[in-house]
């Protein structure tokens, strides 16, 4: 089983999303982007490995632009050496990376236009896996798409769309039921028909689904769809976040929460992709919690991680941040702190609590800021504009360096 986040990590300074509009393309602007993008990608690997994530998924924008007819740059070529680098890095590790075409990859579309670049970009996340030399566990995740007034020629066209792919991209398609145009029951009967993959969305499927199934249930039937050379059945969790949009995901992962799905998924071993706003932060979570309950978490693993989530906790409540400590310090059971500091972050924000806060965390620059910074700092207090003053405390501990507060969750967690 392998636990992992898309695209983005939150508490590392790398990103594999850089843009390049289409009226600044150039070659060598493109050819910049590449191979920064690139560099972060091995980083975050390298990160993700440190913490056991061995799922990850890649950002669409690695290549910039990398469906579209301009960019007709030979990157598979000139970059062939960092791409081989790569995919060595991944099999080495055992990890198993995804990519996700975004929402206007659309081969079910009426349109012939919309299919023919839909199927371009398809392509395109083809060729960045296979340049990597990636055998095909490592999967494109799809939605089917709209149903256009005529849901059963919407799935018929898909199909067939489906059947101008490579054999390549034929091969690493995976569809996903969506929260409002095609259920499970919808994406199990096209997958039957093209014999490819099902990645199962569990909050998709609250959205819009009959939901008589359970967790075992539903496995079973997605289960049946994975083949040995597609590897591993691969999901999708997330939870839905509290006053929003039905759909919208949460900021964490509620362990609690997830520990009840995971007694009816673990005896598939499925690979599990968060879909959550904190990313690496979740992951480290989830892992940690399934490595408690294997007894195999240390005393300096809950230590580790309590020092980053410290000023989080005493900005909500500076009494669930001493219970926190004494959690650490007399229980030693990470569950026991993730399930409080889960318990402690539904509550809204404390102004006094969040103010001192702020103070405890400025108190790493007082002697090193300059008067002007202090000066800053303090008239943002004052006129309580509270949020600028956390992104000021970002700014200087990017600044000054200070590694104790770049490793913490505080400027990541909270509002």
Known sequence: MKIGYACIPLTIPFRTNRRLVLKDFTYEKASEIIESNLS????????????????FRISSDIIPLGSHEINDLPWKTIFKSELTSIGNYIKENSFRVSMHPGQYTIINSPSEDIVNKSIRDFEYHTDFLDSLELDYTHKLILHIGGVYGDKPLAKKRFIENFKRLSSSAQKRMIIENDEKNYSLEDVLEISEKINIPVVYDNLHNTCYGSNDLSVKDIYKLVNKTWKKE???????????????????????????????????????????????KDKDISSIKVINSLNSLKGINTKST?????????????????????????????DGNILSLYKYIDETLKNPLDEGNYINTLHHVWGYFKDIAKTQEKNHFSKMISEKKFSNAKDYLFKLTNKYDVEYLKKGYFFHEIP
């Open 40 to 55: 972060d990608l091995h980083k975050i690997l390298e990160y993700n490995k440190k913490r056991e994530i061995n799922l």
């Open 230 to 276: 597609d590897g591993n059945m691969k999901v999708h969790y997330s939870q839905q976040a509290e006053n929003k949009k039905i759909g919208s995901h949460s900021t964490t992962i509620n362990i609690e929460d997830f520990l009840e799905y995971f007694k009816e998924a673990k005896d598939f071993d499925p690979d599990i992709m968060l879909e959550v």
């Open 302 to 330: 809950i230590t580790e991680e309590w020092a980053k989530y410290k000023y989080v906790v005493m900005a909500y409540n500076y009494e669930a941040y001493k219970t926190c400590r004494k959690i650490v310090k007399d």
